[in-house]
């Protein structure tokens, strides 16, 4: 039971929660907001209501109100969410400091360095040239 209550209190699941009660609600704003552009829309098309919109007999209305959600929808997650995220974490990249090199990796570039050394003056053989 102790490992049941350990995996329900874990930081990752309550942040899903979280972020699916929010997606839950943030998709009703979404679809309030769309059935306000569908309105002015409607009003500029003089169409009374564009989801009952009609082509030729095909009920069209379904699909553009669905695709106008969608497209309204991703922009409003780049622009208030991914968009600041991207910000933030290249922030958060910029201040961390770097990281001092390992003693093999100052190893490796003294031997490149000599190497290029050795290749620039003639007559001096690399010795690991034969490996």
Same mark, same amino acid.
């Given at each position: 039971? /102790?490992?049941?209550?350990?995996?329900?209190?874990?930081?990752? %699941?309550?942040?899903?929660?979280?972020?699916?009660?929010?997606?839950?609600?943030?998709?009703?704003?979404?679809?309030?907001?769309?059935?306000?552009? %569908?309105?002015?829309?409607?009003? $500029?098309?003089?169409?009374?209501?564009?989801?009952?919109?009609?082509?030729?007999?095909?009920?069209?209305?379904?699909?553009?109100? !669905?695709? $106008?959600?969608?497209?309204?929808? !991703?922009?409003?997650?780049?622009? !208030?969410?991914? %968009?600041?995220?991207?910000?933030?974490?290249?922030? /958060?990249?910029?201040?961390?400091?770097?990281?001092?090199?390992?003693?093999?990796?100052?190893?490796?570039?003294?031997?490149?360095? %000599?190497?290029?050394?050795?290749?620039? /003056?003639?007559?001096?053989?690399?010795?690991?040239?034969?490996?």
């Amino acid at each position: 039971m /102790r490992g049941f209550k350990d995996f329900l209190m874990r930081g990752n %699941l309550i942040e899903l929660a979280v972020a699916f009660i929010m997606g839950t609600v943030f998709a009703a704003v979404v679809t309030s907001f769309t059935a306000i552009i %569908l309105d002015v829309l409607g009003l $500029i098309v003089r169409v009374e209501s564009l989801s009952g919109l009609q082509v030729a007999g095909i009920n069209i209305g379904a699909f553009v109100t !669905a695709l $106008i959600t969608f497209l309204l929808t !991703a922009a409003v997650l780049y622009f !208030a969410i991914v %968009l600041p995220y991207n910000r933030l974490t290249a922030l /958060r990249k910029a201040e961390e400091p770097v990281a001092p090199p390992t003693s093999e990796e100052l190893l490796t570039e003294i031997r490149d360095l %000599l190497r290029s050394q050795a290749a620039a /003056r003639p007559g001096v053989v690399d010795p690991d040239a034969g490996r």
